[in-house]
């Protein structure tokens, strides 16, 4: 498995504001993926990212409002700009060490004001 | 229709009780299926993973997969309070950047 920790854990943030939230993997991943977990609801994937490479995105989702880094293997940052209360949620980023496998950080969870 | 559907419960039983978790899909790509158990404000932990059709067993822990109805279970024996989460199954097809697709989850409690 993946040690995988984010930062930061919790965060209150007002409206028209960004934030940026950081996953670190304890080791080299080729693969990252962040996820966004609304309340009560289950997992949407936001976005792929693979180091030197750009970010593949999901239908619905786009880089001007969620910027990705992908600065080496071990690394990434989303971040959620231009914020409006929608964008209330939880934050997961995911490493897949194996084809069969994908590991969570422990979330961010995020309240727009 | 969404590609994984899965009874949001909420699913309540006693202690020691033979538990019972589904999901049904539409999307015979699928291949990996996986389960994940979240315990409340923490992420998704794997539970289990299975390659196509087949059982796997896991300690209390059983994984089915009937490829030919699309429908996964995850068996939960001997169940215990601290199984008390929900329960997600994710899915993917094979290539590509394994998009996981996930149920909606199931909230269960295990009651003393």
């Known amino acids: 498995s993946a040690v995988i920790s984010q930062k930061p854990s919790r965060d209150i943030c007002q409206r028209g504001t960004s934030l940026t939230i950081q996953c670190q993997v304890d080791s080299q991943v080729t693969m990252m993926f962040w996820y966004r977990q609304q309340p009560g609801q289950s997992l949407t994937l936001i976005a792929t990212a693979n180091q030197g490479s750009e970010a593949t995105y999901e239908s619905g989702f786009v880089i001007d409002k969620f910027p990705i880094s992908r600065p080496n293997l071990t690394f990434s940052t989303l971040t959620v700009s231009n914020m409006s209360p929608e964008d209330s949620s939880i934050y997961l980023c995911?490493?897949?060490?194996?084809?069969?496998?994908?590991?969570f950080g422990p979330g961010t969870r995020l309240l727009v004001l | 229709q969404k590609e994984v559907e899965q009874d949001p419960g909420p699913l309540s039983v006693p202690e020691g009780a033979i538990v019972s978790l589904n999901c049904t899909y539409s999307?015979?790509?699928?291949?990996?299926f996986m389960w994940y158990r979240q315990y409340s404000r923490k992420g998704p932990e794997l539970l289990m993973y299975t390659y196509s059709s087949g059982n796997k067993e896991d300690g209390r822990f059983t994984a089915q997969v009937d490829k030919s109805s699309k429908y996964i279970s995850l068996f939960i024996r001997d169940s215990q309070p601290s199984d008390s989460a929900t329960y997600l199954c994710?899915?993917?097809?094979?290539?590509?950047?394994?998009?996981?697709?996930f149920g909606q989850g199931t909230r269960l409690t295990i009651n003393p």
């Open positions: 994710a899915m993917s097809a094979i290539g590509g950047a394994q998009k996981l697709v």
């Open positions: 995911s490493v897949q060490p194996r084809v069969e496998t994908q590991y």
């Open positions: 999307n015979s790509a699928f291949q990996y």
